[in-house]
């Protein structure tokens, strides 16, 4: 074939990749040889590109699905933060903006707990009344299953809990104090001797 043939072809099909580089030519001199761009593609190297584009392709799908469902699980985690607070000033009658909320980072549960004091006042410097919330959100409100109190300026853990309701009676919830207490009511109940 002759040139003139060669590159009548060449002007019918897609541009070469020459045509596609800059006028001044010195804008690739930067680059290592296996980056610049080539006049023509080396043998063999069509299944290589291929494959990496696939999984580049891949990567992209595999990093855009994981921030979808990150945004989705954050977004869910504040709508039931809010309905938590919410529930809390319903429960107890108090429209407190210092209300602190609590979340099962670690069991991977709906398990919330909000603490917010039960008169007026700077945060855990009144005795505290903490309420676990539990379930889905049905009109912007959680079930509230169980709870307890604090005494002020203490942290909550559960050997400072105390006064524990619904299903945070057990040890786990209300330390090894409400437990005896609770064990030995029921112990000096009528039931307990027959």
């Not at 989705?72 to 809010?82: A, M």
């Not at 005795?127 to 942290?155: D, F, N, S």
Request: aromatic share 6%; proline share 7%.
């Amino acid at each position: 074939m002759s040139d003139a043939a060669s590159d009548a072809a060449m002007s019918d099909g897609a541009p070469s990749v020459q045509d596609a580089a800059p006028g001044d030519g010195g804008r690739w001199d930067r680059l290592p040889g296996w980056l610049t761009p080539r006049e023509a593609e080396l043998r063999g190297t069509g299944r290589r590109h291929l494959v990496e584009v696939t999984l580049l392709i891949l990567a992209g799908l595999l990093l855009a699905v994981a921030t979808v469902n990150d945004v989705v699980d954050q977004t869910h985690v504040n709508h039931r933060l809010d309905a938590d607070l919410r529930t809390w000033r319903e429960y107890t009658g108090h429209d407190y903006k210092n209300v602190s909320a609590e979340q099962d980072l670690y069991g991977h549960t709906t398990k919330d707990v909000v603490c917010g004091n039960t008169t007026p006042g700077p945060p855990k410097e009144r005795v505290q009344l903490c309420l676990q919330m539990t379930g889905p959100v049905i009109h912007g409100r959680r079930a509230a299953r169980g709870g307890w109190y604090l005494p002020p300026k203490v942290e909550d853990t559960p050997a400072s809990r105390y006064g524990c309701f619904g299903t945070a009676t057990p040890a786990e919830f209300c330390g090894k104090t409400a437990a005896g207490a609770a064990g030995s009511l029921e112990g000096n109940s009528p039931e307990a001797g027959q």
